[in-house]
């Protein structure tokens, strides 16, 4: 059996914000919203991974809340590094694409379980 999609892809998006904190504290000596991108940006793999241990479908709702949550944050320190010209249009369209991706699913994962609460 192979693992579950959407930690592959909150791993996978986790990764990548890492990449970028490298780069954003090594080559543009940038370190506050990269930090703050790093926060949220992992932090959504590991709520879900937390949710998958939830003791109850409402804990588990919860947990999954807050990983859409941090999606909507990281968003918002994408635009604010593309906004203010520490990333380029490429790397924050394509960033941009995986953390909606994400959101797309969450919410799925939201709606359908708060249905079944």
Not at 28 to 55: D, P
């Amino acid at each position: 059996m192979g693992e579950n999609p959407v930690i592959v892809k909150s791993k996978d998006f986790a990764l990548r914000i890492i990449s970028l904190y490298k780069y954003m504290c090594d080559e543009k000596k940038e370190y506050v919203l990269s930090k703050q991108l790093l926060r949220s940006g992992t932090s959504i793999g590991a709520n879900i991974v937390e949710a998958q241990c939830g003791i109850s479908k409402k804990e588990f709702l919860s947990k999954m809340y807050i990983a859409f949550k941090e999606c909507r944050e990281s968003l918002y320190w994408l635009d604010l590094l593309f906004t203010s010209g520490f990333i380029t249009e490429k790397e924050y369209s394509s960033l941009k694409s995986d953390c909606l991706e994400l959101e797309r699913i969450l919410s799925s994962i939201t709606k359908t379980t708060r249905n079944n609460v």
